[in-house]
């Protein structure tokens, strides 16, 4: 990587000669060091360190949502056991995850702390920042419905990682549309409308644009990239249980435009 000590060194030769230009030089080094460490996937102690906060993360805030309204359901708990289940997690995880949970729902437990902490640590890697919000969509949406308190937490959430109203209401809508892609197609639904809200684009989308935003939505849950960026395994297969909702959404789109 040279761009940061080209750009510095002939700057810094433009204003002040050769003594700025070797500064130059030297400040465009920093920049190209500093970029490169920042492409590159996190150490394996960071990233064990990550794995712990993205799972305290879920679990705690899974916890405060499910109390959001002054009372965990019936309903709630299993929600949150069929997620876990999903998951596949080992056993010790298991407990922790329901310690975890039940941390979140305490009257003292403060959400903004914990998504402070959750983007120090994690808050570079944007992949990270968009799951945790669909970990928490996928357990709110599990009984088919998004209730008013479910939502409040959801969007103060999205907001203290910094998306903005609209690219919430926009996730949401994908989200709900690839929902409809997971298992057999429900009465009434329009399937290729749905598709095109599944991948985020617009009916009239050109075939190059649909190929590219399916081609992130792929890489953004491929299972290696997610556990090299710290997910632990064990939360590896709920995440990429997305891509196979993509792909049927995806296949409709081809064979109704003959792609």
Do not use: W
């Not at 949401?172 to 409809?180: C, E, I, P």
């Not at 329009?190 to 190059?208: H, I, K, S, W």
């Not at 649909?210 to 299972?223: C, D, Q, V």
């Amino acid at each position: 990587m040279i761009i940061g000590k080209l750009i510095g060194g002939l700057l810094g030769y433009s204003v002040g000669g050769i003594i700025l230009g070797l500064l130059g030089l030297f400040v465009g080094h920093l920049f190209d060091k500093g970029f490169a460490l920042a492409q590159l996937g996190p150490s394996p102690e960071q990233r064990r360190q990550i794995q712990d906060r993205f799972f305290t993360t879920v679990f705690t805030l899974l916890g405060h949502m499910a109390k959001a309204d002054g009372r965990i359901s019936e309903a709630e708990i299993r929600q949150t056991e069929q997620f876990m289940a999903q998951m596949g997690l080992t056993a010790e995880h298991r407990r922790k995850a329901i310690r975890l949970f039940k941390l979140g729902a305490e009257s003292g437990f403060d959400p903004d702390r914990a998504l402070r902490e959750f983007m120090a640590e994690c808050g570079r890697y944007h992949d990270l920042i968009r799951l945790l919000l669909v970990y928490l969509v996928n357990v709110a949406l599990a009984d088919g419905r998004l209730d008013q308190a479910e939502e409040q937490v959801l969007r103060r959430v999205a907001q203290a990682l910094g998306m903005s109203a609209a690219a919430f209401d926009q996730m949401l809508r994908m989200l709900r549309a690839q929902d409809s892609f997971r298992g057999a197609p429900a009465a009434g639904v329009d399937r290729l409308e749905a598709a095109y809200q599944a991948l985020g684009v617009d009916g009239n989308a050109r075939d190059g644009e649909i190929k590219r935003a399916y081609r992130r939505l792929m890489s953004e849950y491929h299972p290696d990239k997610l556990i090299g960026r710290g997910v632990p395994d064990d939360m590896v297969k709920q995440a990429t249980e997305r891509s196979q909702e993509i792909q049927a959404a995806y296949d409709v789109i081809k064979k109704a435009r003959g792609l």
